[in-house]
C-alpha cells in the first residue's frame, strides 16, 4: 500500500455537502484538505447528461422553495450564476389524468379524489402519531379511505411520491416559499457546485485542476482512533488526516461500501438503519415529433392503473427545451428498483404501451431512451433520504453526530430539510463549522496541557537529574570499598 503525508482534513465524497463543507474549511484558513470522490466528477446526485441534443438531470432537477420571506441559498446560487431555469407547476397533473383508454376525468372528479386523498393522508399521520403514543392499539380507528381504483391510486401516488416525494415539504415552504422551478441549463445543476469550488480550489476553463481533489478515487475502510483517521482506498492507497468529513449519502453507510475500524457505536448504527431510502427515477424518452397537448397547465399529465405507480406521472421537456422532443416519466421505490433489474428495452416497450392507451396506437416510437439507475450505483444507493413518522430528535442527533475524529454530512444530517439540495447545502456548512469549533476546542487544550505540563516537565528533569547524580555517587563508593577488600 502507498501513502501520503497527513492533511488536516479529509473529506469523503464531491456532492454538494462535501463541497459546501470544503468551502467553509478553506474560507476559515485550514486549506490543508483533500477531498476523495469514488466517481468522475463531482456533484453525487446532482449529475447532468446530455440526451436528444440538450442536458437533462438524472438526479436533483429542481430548485424547491423559491418566493418566500427567506431566500432559498440554492436559489441564491443559481442567480449569481445564471443559471437557466423555468417555473414548473406540476399541481395542474391532477387535471390531466388519462385512463387506460386515453380519456381524460373529468376535473371534478379528479378534484374530488384529489382532496379525498388530502383528507386520508392527513387521517393516517394523525393514527401514525397515535399508534406511537397509545399502549392499546385497539382503541385506534382505521382508515376510512384505502385508494382502490386506478384514479385514486393515481392520485395517491401523486400526493406521496411526487408532490411530497416522501419528504416533508412544509419546512422549506414555510421557509423558502411554495415556488419551485426546473432547472434547464445546459451547463446543467452541477455548474453550482463548480462555481462554488473556484473559491477555494484552482479551475482552468471550467476544469478543476487542483490536486487536492481526487476522482475515482473509492474509499473502503477508515481506522480511527484518537489522534486522527486512516483513509485506505480500494487501490490500495491511504491517507491520514487529523479529521475526517464523510458525506456520502445514507444507502452507502447502510450498505457497508466503507468499513470502520473500531465499529461505529451501536447508537450510530441504529440511527443509520433506522432512516428509510427512497429510490426516485426519471426516465427519458426522446421522440420524432410530439404527439401530446402542450400550452398552459400541460406539462405534467397521469396514467391511472390499477398497479399503483406503474409509469404514472409524466412531464414534457418543451418548456425547458422547446422542440426537445422528450418526455419524461417518474418511477418511485419499488417501481424504480423493478425497472433497475431489466433491460433499457423492456422499459421502453412497457413505456410505449402506456402512452399508445393515452395517445393512441399510431404514435411513434421512440427513438431513444435513458434509465438512471441510482438505486444499483454503488455510489449512491438511492436518491434520498427520508426520515419515519417515529424518528425524533435523538435519532436525527445520533445520525449527524460525530464519532472521535469522524464527522458526518449529507442531506440526510439536515432535519428540517432532509431529501433536498438546499438541505445538503446547508448540511455541509454547519458541518464544516462544528468542524471548526472543534479544531479550535483542540488547540485549545492543547495549549492549556502545555502551560500545564511545562513546569511539572521542568520540576521532573531537576528530580531525574538529581537521582541521576546520587546513583553515580553510591556505585563510585560501592566500588571504591570493593577494591579495598579485594
Request: aromatic share 10%; with cysteine; net charge negative.
Amino acid at each position: 500500500m502507498e501513502s501520503s503525508n497527513r492533511c488536516s482534513v479529509i473529506i469523503i465524497g464531491a456532492g454538494i455537502s462535501g463541497i459546501s463543507a470544503a468551502k467553509v474549511l478553506a474560507k476559515n484558513g485550514v486549506e490543508d484538505i483533500l477531498i476523495l470522490e469514488a466517481s468522475d466528477s463531482i456533484g453525487g446526485r446532482i449529475k447532468k447528461q446530455n440526451f436528444g441534443n440538450v442536458t437533462v438531470e438524472l438526479g436533483a432537477g429542481w430548485i424547491a422553495g423559491v418566493g418566500g420571506k427567506q431566500s432559498n441559498p440554492i436559489w441564491e446560487l443559481a442567480v449569481q450564476s445564471g443559471l437557466r431555469t423555468c417555473f414548473s407547476d406540476y399541481s395542474d397533473a391532477r387535471y390531466n389524468i388519462y385512463d387506460r383508454s386515453g380519456e381524460i376525468f373529468p376535473s371534478g372528479l379528479a378534484g374530488d379524489t384529489y382532496k379525498k386523498a388530502v383528507e386520508s393522508a392527513m387521517q393516517k399521520l394523525r393514527t401514525d402519531r397515535d399508534i406511537l403514543l397509545s399502549a392499546d392499539v385497539s382503541d385506534i380507528p382505521e382508515l376510512s379511505t384505502i385508494p382502490e381504483t386506478p384514479i385514486e391510486l393515481a392520485i395517491d401516488f401523486i400526493l406521496h411520491d411526487f408532490e411530497m416525494a416522501e419528504v416533508e415539504p412544509i419546512s422549506t415552504y414555510v421557509d423558502f416559499g411554495e415556488r419551485e422551478f426546473l432547472v434547464a441549463d445546459e451547463r446543467g445543476y452541477e455548474y453550482l457546485l463548480y462555481k462554488m469550488a473556484e473559491e477555494f480550489l484552482f479551475t482552468s476553463d471550467g476544469k478543476i485542476l487542483d490536486n487536492r481533489l481526487k476522482l475515482n478515487t473509492v474509499v473502503r475502510e477508515l481506522q480511527h482512533s484518537r489522534d486522527g483517521v486512516t483513509v485506505i482506498t480500494e487501490d490500495g492507497y491511504v491517507y491520514e488526516a487529523n479529521y475526517v468529513i464523510l458525506s456520502v449519502s445514507i444507502g452507502v453507510l447502510q450498505s457497508h461500501l466503507i468499513s470502520f475500524n473500531p465499529n461505529l457505536p451501536r447508537w450510530k448504527m441504529e440511527a443509520i438503519e433506522k432512516c428509510d431510502v427512497m429510490v426516485y427515477t426519471k426516465i427519458f424518452l426522446k421522440f420524432p415529433k410530439k404527439f401530446w397537448p402542450c400550452g398552459p397547465g400541460k406539462e405534467f399529465f397521469i396514467y391511472a392503473h390499477e398497479r399503483r405507480g406503474y409509469f404514472t406521472f409524466w412531464q414534457h421537456m418543451e418548456n425547458a427545451y422547446p422542440g426537445s422532443n422528450i418526455l419524461v416519466v417518474t418511477l418511485t421505490n419499488g417501481e424504480s428498483k423493478r425497472v433497475e433489474s431489466q433491460s433499457d428495452h423492456e422499459t421502453m416497450r412497457e413505456a410505449m404501451e402506456v402512452l399508445r392507451n393515452m395517445f393512441g396506437p399510431d404514435i411513434p416510437e421512440a427513438s431513444d431512451i435513458l434509465v438512471p439507475r441510482w438505486w444499483n450505483n454503488r455510489f449512491q444507493r438511492g436518491s434520498y433520504s427520508n426520515y419515519p413518522i417515529y424518528a425524533d430528535s435523538t435519532m436525527f442527533e445520533n445520525i449527524k453526530a460525530p464519532v472521535g475524529r469522524i464527522f458526518f454530512t449529507g442531506e440526510h444530517t439536515s432535519e428540517r430539510f432532509s431529501g433536498y439540495v438546499h438541505g445538503g447545502y446547508l448540511a455541509g456548512i454547519d458541518t464544516g463549522e462544528a468542524l471548526l469549533e472543534e479544531m479550535k476546542a483542540e488547540k485549545d487544550r492543547e495549549t492549556n496541557n502545555k502551560s500545564i505540563l511545562e513546569p511539572l516537565l521542568a520540576l521532573t528533569l531537576s528530580q531525574t537529574e538529581a537521582v541521576t547524580c546520587d546513583i553515580h555517587r553510591h556505585l563510585f563508593h560501592a566500588n571504591t570499598k570493593r577494591e579495598a577488600i579485594l
